[in-house]
């Protein structure tokens, strides 16, 4: 008895030594999220991610959800891009919250492909977010990201946030001369990118 209690302690303790080197984790949440930046003092505090997560709900598994936790949500600014991005077989796949200007609007996407006209293939998807936690959910249907499927692996996990500017911003561009004009006025910036020690957050492994 004392040696399969003995056999048992070993096995445990290989498992959760072993476990956190292969870097990937079956899923995230916002106690141990896949993606975590570091403290910004010079990005805008509506465009400052803290950290973003993926998951899934055994009740719903044709979906999968991203959450977006930002240091504040506040709607009344520049036009702002709130998305976490991945790659599932090597292709860009991305959402997020978009607010407009003015009275807001609000509207969440997700999709995969990156560059101009049929590249890109972007829905409407359901969201919400929390003024007072900075969270953003997005819900996304996982047929409009290429169907991954149980044990498939999301790579290169990251969080942009940024500003955009009328016309110009929605063809894709950013205005480099105004986020210069923003920098030198205020000393903040209209762009802040997740994780920033590090190219990429930890993988996530589709569990439905």
Request: glycine share 10%.
């Amino acid at each position: 008895m004392k040696k399969k209690i003995i056999g048992i302690f070993i096995c445990t303790l290989l498992i959760t030594t072993i476990l956190p080197i292969t870097g990937t984790i079956l899923a995230g949440d916002e106690e141990d999220p896949e993606i975590v930046d570091e403290p910004d003092d010079d990005v805008f505090d509506y465009l400052d991610i803290i950290s973003a997560w993926f998951y899934e709900k055994e009740g719903e598994p044709d979906y999968l959800f991203t959450a977006l936790k930002m240091k504040e949500i506040n709607p009344y600014h520049l036009k702002q891009h709130l998305t976490v991005h991945w790659e599932y077989n090597g292709i860009p796949c991305a959402s997020g919250l978009h607010i407009g200007y003015g009275n807001p609007w609000f509207s969440y996407s997700a999709g995969y492909g990156h560059g101009w006209w049929f590249q890109e293939h972007y829905q409407e998807i359901t969201g919400e977010y929390n003024e007072e936690t900075g969270i953003i959910i997005c819900k996304i249907p996982k047929s409009i990201i290429n169907n991954p499927q149980k044990g498939d692996v999301l790579e290169n996990t990251y969080a942009l946030a940024f500003g955009r500017f009328g016309f110009i911003g929605r063809m894709g561009f950013d205005r480099a001369i105004l986020r210069s004009i923003f920098f030198l006025i205020s000393g903040k910036d209209l762009v802040d990118f997740a994780p920033e020690s590090t190219d990429y957050g930890r993988d996530y492994v589709i569990q439905y």
